[in-house]
């Protein structure tokens, strides 16, 4: 063992070749090593990333199969109360799919022993309840019985006991989705602290090469040439590595950026000059004062580490999420000399966290939605059945009463009940029928947006416009609107949901109109760095301040919209499906004066989804 180690000391020490050479086969080895583990590290991180995916999935099917058990219901009632087959239609179907619904839930949650009990529970509950359904329909045109309020109620109480159940799927399933969260995020996070400390170690490991070339160079030519080398390796190194490697000459106040910070820009090596002005230069705005101040507060001393997230300019005009970290290099005096670190692009870190809150909103808004807007039509259905019920039963013992003699004052009750009273009953349980038809639409067509892979391509903006504008030639011309087109820019995104936003907005432009003004509506769009603005404005009603924040919120709408129907939910698609395309929207408007809508569409869209995975 003794001839063994001193055989390789004499190796190491004994010729200044095989130093440098060890010294550069080290640092490559670094490199194969950090590039190992960011491959293993992002393979946890999609692992999280689909458990993530998985949850959403769970609360979307769990939402389907309320959706079911409720058409169930409907579908049942509404064949009691007119007897007509139609109405058994989303009954028939609803029964159809709840079975595929289940079997799909079951699935999903085969990973989770609390999750798949839970659905047990379910899936016998709705089994009860579709046999108590069946049942009654049998009866009901076997012999023609008809329901009774004492069945809608127990109908209602295993309805509510079935919605309790899908309640704790969804309460559980919210756990485990707040927990894969944070899961995921610490997975990223040590994704990027494995970037920094890996890239660090891999120049320090090049450095450490040259160094020995530097040091053996003065021995002759020959280590001049090696030092070459070195030197060629450390810049093929530097070039390859996708993350941006910068050194900060604090006392000469000079730079230098590899090529792969550049190109993490879109410039090429000789485009971006390596200076701080060009830095400052490309530094958004909105970040310029607290990036420098990070920087400062580093220099000073106050923070241990060198930590700064900003955004900066691509050359195409967009912004990207860079996140800098780097290490300090002090002098005797223990003054700061140099910064060396690197830059890493985390633009689609920050647009999946931006996501993920976005998705979390809405579930959230969904759940109001369920608990308290479709409540409402339910009640006045209960309580117009039970009217109608109260009616039939009057008319009942009017009829059927041996002892009473059908005089005129009778006749008068009778035609009240036949002619108005359960008329009106059934009149008002059909607007809170066409009402929920139209919230559940509404939600429906919302949550699809989210579903639907996106087409990007370059689109003629104006063209798209005309296009929308003829198809409601009619209403402009019967009410004499003038239309103004400023200019539109061409811009890259989907084209459907291009088309879906400028209509939704210009739809609403002419249903708001004051009529007591001709109205004016006016178009039009710019670039500014990064994106495309555009602006609709109008001359119409207005929208006063109290009611500006619920413009964009589901079912909620201004208390000036007078006799223009609608459910609220437009002004919403066109917010979610702008976000969807990375952009956004807000709006300016004075009261009897007019509004206008503004939004952006990104120069660089994000077409992937997570819709859809599990």
């Known amino acids: 063992m003794l001839f063994m180690l001193t055989k390789i000391k004499t190796f190491i020490t004994g010729n200044w070749k095989r130093q440098t050479v060890i010294g550069i086969t080290f640092a490559c080895f670094i490199v194969n090593v950090l590039s190992l583990t960011l491959y293993f590290k992002n393979e946890e991180i999609n692992e999280s990333k689909n458990w993530v995916i998985h949850s959403y999935e769970v609360l979307r099917q769990v939402r389907q199969v309320l959706t079911d058990v409720e058409d169930m219901e409907t579908g049942q009632r509404g064949y009691f109360l007119t007897s007509r087959r139609e109405f058994l239609i989303p009954y028939e179907n609803a029964k159809v799919s709840i079975t595929k619904e289940m079997t799909a839930l079951h699935d ?36 023609q019985v008809a329901i009774t309020v004492k069945d ?12 309790d159940k899908i309640a704790d799927i969804i309460s559980a399933e919210r756990i485990l989705l707040a927990q894969r969260q944070i899961e995921e995020k610490r997975q990223r996070n040590d994704y990027v602290e494995i970037i920094v400390v890996g890239s660090l170690a891999s120049i320090l490991a090049l450095l450490i090469a040259n160094t020995f070339v530097i040091y053996y160079s003065s021995r002759g030519q020959k280590a001049e040439d090696e030092l070459k080398k070195s030197e060629e390796l450390y810049k093929t190194v530097t ?54 101040e990070n920087i400062n507060k580093y220099f000073r001393g106050e923070v241990e580490d060198y930590r700064n997230i900003f955004r900066m300019q691509h050359k195409d005009g967009h912004y990207i999420w860079v996140m800098s970290r780097g290490v300090g290099i002090w002098d005797k005096d223990g003054n700061l000399s140099k910064l060396v670190g690197t830059h890493t692009d985390i633009t689609d870190q920050k647009e999946n ?18 608990s308290h807007d479709l409540r409402s039509p339910l009640v006045n259905l209960k309580g117009f059945a039970s009217e109608l019920q109260f009616s039939t039963n009057n008319l009942t013992a009017l009829i059927h009463d041996p002892s009473v003699k059908i005089g005129k004052e009778k006749k008068e009750q009778i035609n009240t009940i036949i002619l108005k009273d359960i008329p009106e009953s059934l009149n008002y349980i059909k607007s809170s029928v066409e009402r929920l038809d139209q919230l559940t639409t509404a939600i429906l067509d919302l949550s ?35 239309i103004q087109l400023g200019e539109l820019p061409e811009v890259k995104t989907d084209a459907v949901a291009l088309q879906q936003i400028f209509s939704n907005i210009i739809d609403n432009a002419i249903k708001y ?41 589901m079912f909620k709408r201004a208390r000036n919209v007078g006799q223009v129907r609608g459910v609220g939910m437009g002004m919403s698609f066109v917010k979610a499906t702008i976000q969807r395309l990375g952009g956004k929207i807000w709006l300016e408007s004075v009261l009897g004066s007019g509004t206008k809508f503004i939004f952006t569409i990104p120069n660089r869209v994000k077409g992937s989804s997570y819709a859809g995975k599990s």
């Not at 604090?250 to 971006?272: A, D, I, Q, T």
């Not at 104006?462 to 296009?467: D, I, N, R």
């Open 239 to 292: 070039q390859g590595i996708n993350e941006g490697v910068f050194e900060y000459d604090v006392v000469n106040h000079k730079v230098f950026y590899s090529p792969g910070f550049k190109r993490m820009l879109g410039y090429s090596e000789h485009e971006f000059m390596d200076s701080i002005q060009t830095f400052d230069e490309h530094l958004h705005p909105d970040d310029f004062h607290q990036c420098w």
């Open 152 to 163: 809608l109620e127990t109908n209602l109480k295993l309805q509510f006991t079935i919605r």
């Open 353 to 370: 966290e931006e996501y993920l809150k976005l998705l979390n909103a809405d579930l959230e808004n969904f759940t109001y939605i369920t």
């Open 108 to 143: 999903l949650v085969n990973d989770n022993p609390d999750q798949v009990a839970r659905t047990n529970e379910l899936d016998k509950m709705i089994r009860d309840h579709e046999t108590l359904l069946s049942d009654q329909i049998d009866k009901f045109q076997e012999k």
């Open 513 to 553: 109109l004051d009529d007591s003004r001709p109205g004016k509506i006016t178009i039009s769009g710019t670039v500014v760095p990064g994106e495309i603005r555009f602006i609709i404005s109008d001359n119409g009603r207005g929208i006063s301040e109290n009611d500006k924040e619920k413009v964009f919120d």
């Open 448 to 482: 699809r947006i989210g579903r639907r892979d996106l087409r990007i391509e370059n689109i003629n903006t104006a063209e798209t416009v005309q296009k929308i504008l003829d198809s409601l030639a009619y209403e402009i011309n019967n009410k004499h609107i003038q």
